[in-house]
């Protein structure tokens, strides 16, 4: 496992992100990282993270994001569905999200990294 690279799909505004991000690095490694807000994930990598992630979508759904609560927030949507949101919206990816080989984790709390390095 040692070789595998790790990846962050990180908001440097976000504290949880950057606690995760010195987590990795005080680790002794220096991951991929990835501005999910200006790389936006494409349908096909959405998809491979919540598999490395072992998840459905709706688990990296931000649900305290304003825009979650005024307009989807009740309302039923499929995988794909739920992907072209994110894709529309990326500020609604949950945050951060750590992939390493076949394995993810959701940066929240930041120790959750702990499993994948």
């Known amino acids: 496992m040692s070789a595998e690279p790790i ?18 690095r005080k680790s002794g490694m220096e991951p ?7 790389e936006v994930p494409t349908k096909a990598e959405l998809q491979k993270i919540l598999a490395q992630l072992h998840v ?7 649900q305290e994001e304003q825009m979650y609560k005024s307009q989807l927030k009740g309302k039923a949507f499929n995988e794909d569905e739920w992907i ?30 702990k499993k994948l390095l």
């Open 7 to 24: 990846t962050i799909y990180h908001n440097p505004r976000c504290s949880k992100s950057r606690e995760t991000l010195a987590l990795i």
């Open 32 to 38: 991929v990282i990835v501005e999910y807000l200006k």
């Open 56 to 62: 459905p979508v709706e688990t990296i759904v931000r």
């Open 84 to 113: 072209q949101i994110l894709r529309e919206n990326p500020k609604l990816i949950q945050r951060p999200i750590v992939i390493r080989g076949s394995r993810g984790v959701i940066g929240r709390p930041p120790e959750n990294v």
